[in-house]
């Protein structure tokens, strides 16, 4: 998995030095901030991704299962998107649990999934794959995994994501964010 963009002093690398971010702050009359928070209702907004990224390319492969070391401070989502010329059942399953417990059908030339991160807070490893009706072997199909996630900054200078998810209209180009605040 490539990481599209990092937060703060990441040991990941990235493909692009730019991350995005969207400041909104609500000022009263006196130009002091006003706290906002909303107990039912998410307020919801959308963050570019640099346009000069280099999105990753799918890759081929006709391996069953992949596994990926979840090892940010903050919870990530996840997002696959997979080419297949087959029907198959789509498996995942956090850490080392002993079987697959989370499963699709899949009965679609492309797929996308998405993992949020109030679903992978907590884990350290993903193992993924596609599982084909009666064969011990996949044929080849593409794929391509990436994560993406939603931040503040604190009033101590630390990234934190409480309050925020992220949301399933997230793509190569944009980061879909809900949060319960303005922090």
């Given at each position: 998995m490539?990481?599209?963009?990092?937060?703060?002093?990441?040991?990941?690398?990235?493909?692009?030095?730019?991350s995005r971010s969207?400041?909104?702050?609500?000022?009263?009359?006196n130009?002091?901030?006003?706290?906002f928070?909303?107990?039912?209702?998410?307020?919801?907004?959308?963050i570019?991704r640099?346009?000069?990224l280099?999105?990753?390319p799918?890759?081929?492969?006709?391996?069953?299962?992949?596994?990926l070391n979840?090892?940010?401070?903050?919870?990530i989502?996840?997002h696959?998107?997979?080419k297949?010329n087959f029907?198959?059942r789509?498996?995942?399953?956090f850490?080392?649990?002993?079987?697959?417990?989370?499963?699709i059908?899949?009965?679609?030339s492309?797929?996308?999934?998405?993992?949020?991160?109030?679903?992978?807070?907590?884990h350290?490893?993903l193992i993924?794959?596609?599982?084909?009706?009666?064969?011990?072997?996949?044929?080849?199909?593409?794929?391509?995994?990436?994560?993406?996630?939603c931040?503040?900054?604190?009033?101590?200078?630390?990234?934190?994501?409480?309050?925020?998810?992220v949301g399933?209209?997230?793509?190569?180009s944009?980061?879909?964010c809900?949060?319960?605040?303005l922090?």
């Amino acid at each position: 998995m490539e990481p599209l963009a990092v937060y703060g002093k990441s040991l990941i690398e990235s493909n692009t030095n730019l991350s995005r971010s969207l400041s909104i702050s609500i000022l009263g009359q006196n130009g002091n901030e006003i706290p906002f928070e909303t107990n039912s209702d998410s307020i919801e907004f959308f963050i570019p991704r640099d346009p000069n990224l280099r999105i990753p390319p799918m890759i081929l492969t006709n391996k069953t299962f992949h596994s990926l070391n979840l090892t940010t401070d903050l919870p990530i989502s996840i997002h696959f998107e997979i080419k297949a010329n087959f029907s198959y059942r789509f498996v995942y399953k956090f850490d080392r649990q002993s079987s697959f417990t989370n499963s699709i059908e899949v009965n679609q030339s492309y797929f996308t999934f998405m993992l949020d991160n109030q679903q992978t807070v907590g884990h350290r490893l993903l193992i993924f794959g596609l599982q084909q009706e009666n064969q011990n072997n996949c044929e080849e199909y593409e794929y391509r995994v990436y994560s993406s996630g939603c931040y503040y900054l604190n009033k101590e200078n630390q990234w934190k994501s409480d309050g925020l998810r992220v949301g399933p209209k997230t793509n190569l180009s944009q980061t879909h964010c809900y949060s319960t605040h303005l922090t």
